[in-house]
């Protein structure tokens, strides 16, 4: 049961590591890409939450199974396949949970004043500076909303991670395909418990991100 719990947060951590800063940047760089590429941009990142998660975990074996382009690269230099591993689970989940990061994401970083940015570099500020003590101070909410919201649907991942990764008990078998067997198999209190524990992590990923909001609004009050 712990081996379980332990390898579902281990995939959605590393999930979750993969997507920040992907949508770091796309959050930072979407208002000086031209209005037809944003679009576009749009539309593609949107397309995991349109998708039964089965298409998406269909596509990722397809790419990255040992006939396929990335897998049979990825076989040549590292010797082994990605599919039906752990790591194979964390890109389904990764890819499934990248709308519910980024967009909140890209909503913060929208809604910046740019007039503060451009204050900044006129005091001196480099562009480095000008990203780390305002837009990632400004954008914090949405950012830690972005990763709670990834990592939260990363832990509840099935459909996409159960195509490309399996159910194999104790290599890719996380807390929604345990509570699946469970249920396979009639084995109601072994599915009463996996229930309990997927509510108990989620609701204290939750907590976490209300705390760390509550204490960054009171903070600013301070100011």
């Not at 290599?171 to 209190?189: E, H, N, R």
Request: glycine content about 6%; charged content about 10%.
């Amino acid at each position: 049961m712990l081996e379980v719990v332990i390898l579902t947060v281990q995939i959605a951590l590393l999930a979750t590591a993969i997507n920040f800063p992907v949508s770091l940047i796309i959050a930072n760089y979407q208002d000086k890409l031209p209005s037809k590429f944003k679009f576009i941009l749009d539309v593609f990142i949107s397309l995991p939450l349109a998708l039964p998660p089965v298409v998406t975990g269909y596509f990722l074996l397809v790419i990255f199974s040992p006939n396929g382009i990335l897998g049979n690269l990825f076989f040549e230099i590292f010797g082994f396949d990605i599919v039906f591993t752990w790591f194979a689970a964390a890109l389904a989940s990764a890819l499934v949970s990248f709308p519910l990061m980024v967009r909140p994401m890209m909503l913060s970083f929208s809604n910046i004043d740019s007039n503060l940015i451009n204050a900044a570099r006129s005091l001196g500020a480099n562009k480095f500076q000008s990203f780390y003590k305002i837009k990632l101070n400004l954008a914090l909410p949405g950012i830690l909303a972005g990763v709670i919201l990834g990592f939260t649907r990363s832990l509840g991942e099935f459909g996409a991670t159960i195509m490309v990764a399996g159910n194999i008990p104790g290599k890719t078998q996380t807390l929604p395909l345990a509570i699946y067997t469970s249920v396979q198999v009639g084995d109601d209190s072994q599915v009463y418990l996996l229930v309990g524990l997927s509510i108990g992590l989620a609701l204290m990923s939750l907590s976490v991100y209300n705390l760390i909001l509550y204490r960054y609004k009171n903070s600013n009050k301070d100011i």
